[in-house]
């Protein structure tokens, strides 16, 4: 018989899982099939009765398409979901849209700039139908790539927060929010966007450096203020001083018309400065600053010498006695406020309580007005008529040259600073007071800040600074303003007597508003009467009015996705509070915040057990991705050119709790492991071909040390995959898999694994022994991998022989652990005598590696191998029931004293059919070029 003939008795391997997986082609074919055997709605069905856990997902913006971020977020998600539900749990994903807002009514407008029409022209509902289409596109788009990221979820049931369903619960919960005391109406100062025309939270800022101006300006003591502080008042006097002045700091001039105060800090030490020799006339004048910034002031004026000190007082002096404002014949009150620092100025605060939080704190306090004499476009009003109709940020240069005109300019400069920008539109805000909605984070009856912050220490957060992060936050954080000024969003459902303006929120008022949206549809309120609107018999319970108009302000869009763990967790009776919420890190000044709010505010509890956050999709430089930076790169093109797979590996190889870098070689590295686990499966399937687990699978008893090692080893690896995946450590998942199927399978196992796979007899005890450990490790691996790549598995599984349990679908199998998994083949004894192997076996081939290079033998099996071993590890070795040439992948091994190593060529004969030399070759007058092992394995 010739070689090639011995060729056709060897067991190869046979499969049509091809090495490479055209994954672009295929993985759209194989979503199709999922989405049409219902596989997710099956999966759930399967696991109805089981213990439930909850992902809550956050709603992305209804506008544009999916960016690397976005994919990020959803495919971690997808894996979390996928494994709960593989684990047993009845673990539903319902995706949702955020629909409301600035983003989708912008969309929209330029839709009227296109078409040349005037938006004021418009009437409001075909505005707001021409933004539900627009969010309508886009949601259809992101539904379809998120599909295409193989993400399962229930895709033909998503929450909307623009449905009526979805909307009516949004009005109940504004309404327990009145019921329970923290919704009320304030005239304050809030961010402001001029160019969006509306306010904003504080999860709507963004900061960015801008360049102001930088002045000093000279605000002088009344004549009873001076009168009132003898002291000063006798130095002024003795140097015939024209004016005693404040000096000033500001970097706000536009602020200055609305000036009704400045503020010092009580425990400051405030100093009278002589000012210099000729600054302004031949008579004198006196400064006063706040004497630990006496230095840098002098050094901002660039004088040559110290100025005098007349006097050094505290602020109790002047509390509450009056300047002149420098350029408006009106007074501006001297109060304390201890927010004043040292950091930079004067130690003299300009107060402004309609331009500024801490100014409206404190002037509220003494009885100032909310003075803010600024429109929506952030000009000046009839209020200030010397500028009216200018814009506030243009008018700082004219303020600037008449306080300089007028004397009262001390010094000006500009400066370059972190200052408050819109998110959306990028443009600086400002803070202007304005009557608007707010949710109160401290009252005298309640303090929803220290609820949240009790609520957050019991909430598990990964990372763990994600906690002091959020408790920040919630402790610096105003208080909420929900009011918006535009027109597609939810409408504050709050009327206004028309006699008394008092406004009617009652919760009974709100359900009963929810109820008629929940029927006809939320443009109700922009079609319908106020009277139409409101409960039968609806009166003012200040005045007894029964005449009411209706609230034009939207709410801000954060409070509509804030409340979804009401609308989706509680009203689809999906489990609240949820499991997890896992988003982005900005989410903790955004909906992590919001939902914790909106939950302790009527719930008294927040809505997760857990918050889990991802860090940013970065440049491979660590840069932020931007259009304009031509460095962004989209999920579809990768998708397009790699495929789904790739892209999802690529997700869970780095610790994406820090910021991720994207690049090409990043997803050609993980190309490069994702073929190392198709080879790996292929290597499984090809061998077998010919297995049933029905009829061939062997017992415990039937398996060499081998394959028993094999699955120990395994079972191990399973449980830290298993492990890493419930501590949603998916990049150990990833390093565990990739290391598991390179190194334990590819270049150990399978390596020795092939001689008797391909050589022994076909029905032979030592190879159905050895299928069978290889198909309970491919089970395991297969179902392992389901979660990160879907579809491979998927693949696979249709190949896999599966016996009489078979499912059509990987994804209705149970992910391997105790019962389901290799946990029972552990046997750490066995693997601790083949650690003592392996580490024998990489010396053994380092050096027949040196021999091969050196010409002396060309394949391992030429050689015969002479291993100086001690008499404890030659016991151990000779306990592996194994033949211990085999597994050094030598044709002889002999076991001496000493620890050399001695690599010389085996005396043997090169066999035809296992290539092995030996000694019995050429010895069967028949079969002259194969071995003995091979003349009984194809029984001749």
Not at 14 to 22: C, E, I, K, N, V
Not at 768 to 793: C, K, V
């Amino acid at each position: 018989m010739s070689a090639k003939d011995y060729k056709s008795t060897l067991n190869l391997p046979q499969t049509s899982f091809s090495m490479r997986g055209d994954l672009p082609k295929r993985e759209p074919l194989q979503i199709e099939e999922w989405l049409k055997n219902k596989v997710y709605e099956r999966r759930i069905e399967k696991n109805k009765k089981h213990e439930k856990f909850l992902l809550h997902d956050g709603p992305p913006y209804a506008n544009g398409g999916l960016h690397l971020g976005t994919a990020l977020n959803k495919i971690l998600k997808d894996v979390v979901v996928k494994y709960k539900n593989m684990s047993g749990y009845e673990a539903r994903f319902i995706p949702g849209w955020d629909c409301h807002g600035l983003p989708v009514e912008l969309g929209a407008e330029k839709q009227l700039l296109d078409k040349k029409l005037d938006k004021t022209k418009v009437p409001v509902t075909e505005l707001r139908q021409m933004c539900r289409e627009y969010a309508e596109k886009y949601i259809a788009l992101q539904m379809s790539q998120f599909k295409r990221l193989e993400v399962f979820g229930e895709w033909d049931n998503p929450y909307l927060t623009m449905s009526k369903e979805y909307v009516a619960t949004i009005i109940r919960e504004l309404g327990r929010h009145s019921k329970e005391g923290v919704l009320y109406q304030g005239n304050k100062p809030v961010y402001w966007c001029t160019s969006c025309t509306t306010a904003l939270a504080e999860a709507e800022i963004e900061y960015k450096n801008k360049r102001s101006p930088s002045i000093y300006v000279k605000f002088e003591l009344s004549k009873d203020a001076l009168a009132s502080f003898k002291e000063l008042s006798n130095i002024a006097n003795n140097l015939h001083a024209k004016q005693v002045s404040f000096i000033v700091w500001t970097t706000t001039p536009w602020t200055l018309p609305a000036n009704l105060g400045v503020f010092l800090h009580p425990e400051y030490e405030y100093i009278a400065l002589k000012a210099p020799s000729g600054h302004s006339t031949n008579l004198a004048e006196i400064w006063i600053v706040a004497q630990g910034l006496k230095e840098s002031f002098e050094k901002t004026l660039g004088l040559s010498k110290p100025l005098e000190v007349l006097l050094t007082f505290r602020s109790e002096k002047l509390h509450k006695q009056k300047l002149k404002h420098p350029f408006i014949d009106r007074e501006s009150l001297i109060m304390e406020a201890e927010y004043v620092t040292l950091d930079a100025g004067t130690g003299v605060v300009h107060s402004a309580p309609g331009h500024g939080t801490e100014d409206y704190i404190v002037g509220t306090k003494y009885g100032l007005k909310i003075y803010a004499p600024v429109d929506e476009k952030g000009r000046f009003t009839e209020e200030f008529p010397e500028m009216q109709g200018q814009f506030v940020f243009k008018a700082n240069t004219v303020i600037i040259e008449n306080l300089k005109n007028s004397g009262h300019l001390l010094f000006s400069s500009e400066v370059e600073h972190s200052y408050p920008h819109c998110w959306r539109c990028h443009q600086p805000i400002i803070f202007r007071a304005t009557p608007q909605w707010f949710i109160g984070m401290s009252s005298q009856k309640r303090s929803l800040r220290q609820e949240a912050k009790d609520q957050i220490k019991s909430i598990q957060w990964i990372p763990d600074c994600g906690i002091n992060r959020i408790l920040g936050m919630v402790e610096a954080r105003p208080d909420w303003c929900i009011s918006r000024q535009r027109t597609w969003g939810v409408p504050i459902t709050v009327f206004y007597c028309q006699s008394c303006h008092e406004p009617l929120a009652e919760e009974s008022v709100f359900f009963h508003v929810a109820d008629l949206v929940e029927e006809h549809g939320t443009d109700i309120w922009f079609t319908e009467s106020a009277v139409k609107l409101l409960p039968a018999g609806a009166k003012c319970k200040k005045c007894g009015n029964q005449s009411f108009v209706k609230e034009k302000d939207i709410l801000d869009v954060w409070f509509d996705s804030g409340v979804s763990h009401a609308a989706v967790c509680e009203d689809r009776e999906l489990g609240w509070p949820a499991d997890l919420y896992l988003e982005g890190s900005d989410q903790h000044r955004g909906w992590f915040q919001t939902s914790l709010l909106t939950a302790v505010a009527t719930r008294y509890r927040a809505p997760f057990e857990t918050v889990l956050t991802h860090g940013f999709v970065n440049d491979r430089d660590g840069k932020k991705m931007s259009k304009s930076k031509g460095n962004v790169v989209s999920p579809l093109d990768i998708m397009n050119q790699f495929g789904a797979e790739i892209l999802r590996l690529w997700v869970v190889l780095e610790d994406y709790r820090n910021d991720v870098n994207y690049s090409k070689e990043s997803i050609e590295r993980v190309s490069e492991s994702y073929r190392k686990i198709r080879n790996t499966i292929r290597f499984i399937l090809g061998n077998l071909y010919d297995f049933d687990p029905d009829l061939h699978q062997k017992s415990l008893h039937d398996m060499s040390d081998l394959d028993l090692w094999a699955l120990s080893k395994s079972a191990g690896v399973f449980e830290k995959i298993r492990h890493a995946y419930e501590q949603y450590e998916f990049h150990l998942v990833y390093h565990q898999i990739v290391n598991f199927c390179a190194v334990d399978l590819s270049s150990v196992y399978f390596d020795i694994l092939k001689d008797r796979l391909y050589t022994a007899a076909k029905d032979s005890l030592e190879r159905r022994a050895s299928q069978t450990a290889l198909w309970m490790i491919g089970s395991a691996l297969l179902r392992s991998l389901t979660p990160i790549i879907t579809f491979t598995a998927e693949e696979a599984w249709q190949l896999f022989p599966q016996g009489k349990g078979k499912t059509d679908s990987i994804y209705l199998t149970d992910f391997p652990s105790g019962e389901n998994g290799l946990d029972k083949w552990k046997n750490t004894v066995l693997e601790d005598k083949f650690e003592i192997l392996w580490n024998l076996r990489a010396r053994v081939l380092k050096e027949l590696e040196v021999e091969r290079q050196n010409k002396k033998i060309g394949h391992p099996r030429e050689a015969k191998v002479i291993l100086g071993v001690d008499d404890k590890t030659e016991k151990s070795l000779k306990e592996i029931r194994e033949d211990l040439k085999r597994l050094f992948l030598v044709s002889e091994l002999e076991l001496t004293r000493g620890d050399q190593i001695k690599v010389i060529r085996s005396n043997g004969t090169k066999c035809e059919r296992c290539w092995t030399y030996s000694v019995e070759v050429g010895q069967n007058v028949t079969h002259p070029d194969i071995c003995d092992r091979c003349i009984k394995a194809i029984g001749i």
